[in-house]
């Protein structure tokens, strides 16, 4: 079946500039991920979506960062007056069942370059 | 606080030759343990995944790991390496948080060259 898919795949934005990022999760999927990768920190976890509950944004590193998750399925990922430092590959994962033994798959991530 | 450490950076090995990509974590319970790759360009693809039972186990592509608690190890074995897996690893421990879910915690990587 289809995978966890991103848009776009390249952004390229200046700095000030508002950028959103899609994420589509496998579908039957309840639970949604987005997580950060830059040269200087790795991978770093920004936030969760579980059905309809609140998110849990404890990974957002500013409030410029912001997601929403629209019916419990698409979710975006808004960055509001771009800086440079934010430039990285955000990617989505999504997975099933909560806690326990859970498996998160990765989607082809949104690289965002800020000039 | 829960972290992942694969000491190795950068690794070149020729094709056909053994692999073994190492990775220790630090978690107070019982760890769940992934492994990942990622291509140039690509997002993060499983490549197996360790949760109880059997210490060793199988993934895609030919490649297994061997959880160890006495060693706080989960390390990525191939015992032939092809072309196509020159790539970026990364290990992961699934941290639990009190919400029921889990934050996947990352190692900073480790870079794979194949030599032809």
């Known amino acids: 079946g289809a995978g966890v898919s991103q848009s776009p795949s390249n952004k390229v934005t200046e700095k000030g500039k508002d950028v959103e990022l899609r994420c589509d999760p496998i579908s039957g999927h309840t639970a949604l991920y987005w997580y950060r990768q830059s040269l200087g920190q790795g991978l770093e976890f920004l936030i969760y979506?579980?059905?309809?509950?609140?998110?849990?944004k404890s990974g957002l590193p500013s409030d410029r960062f912001s997601a929403e998750r629209t019916g419990g399925s698409v979710s975006t990922l808004t960055i509001q007056r771009t800086q440079q430092e934010d430039s990285a590959v955000y990617l989505c994962?999504?997975?099933?069942?909560?806690?326990?033994?859970?498996?998160?798959?990765f989607g082809p991530g949104t690289r965002l370059l800020v000039l | 606080a829960q972290s992942v450490t694969q000491p190795d950076i950068h690794i070149t090995v020729s094709e056909g030759a053994s692999l073994e990509l190492r990775c220790n974590y630090s978690?107070?319970?019982?760890?769940?343990l992934f492994w990942y790759v990622q291509s140039p360009g690509q997002g993060l693809q499983l490549l197996l995944k360790y949760f109880s039972g059997d210490t060793l186990v199988q993934g895609i592509k030919g490649f297994e790991a061997e959880f160890k608690r006495s060693q706080s190890s989960f390390n990525l074995r191939k015992p032939s390496v092809h072309w196509s897996d020159a790539a970026e690893y990364f290990c992961?421990?699934?941290?639990?948080?009190?919400?029921?879910?889990?934050?996947?915690?990352f190692g900073a990587g480790t870079r794979l060259a194949v030599h032809p």
């Open positions: 992961a421990v699934a941290s639990m948080f009190s919400g029921g879910y889990n934050k996947l915690i």
């Open positions: 979506f579980q059905g309809n509950s609140a998110p849990d």
């Open positions: 994962a999504s997975s099933f069942q909560l806690g326990g033994q859970e498996t998160q798959y």
């Open positions: 978690y107070g319970a019982t760890p769940y």
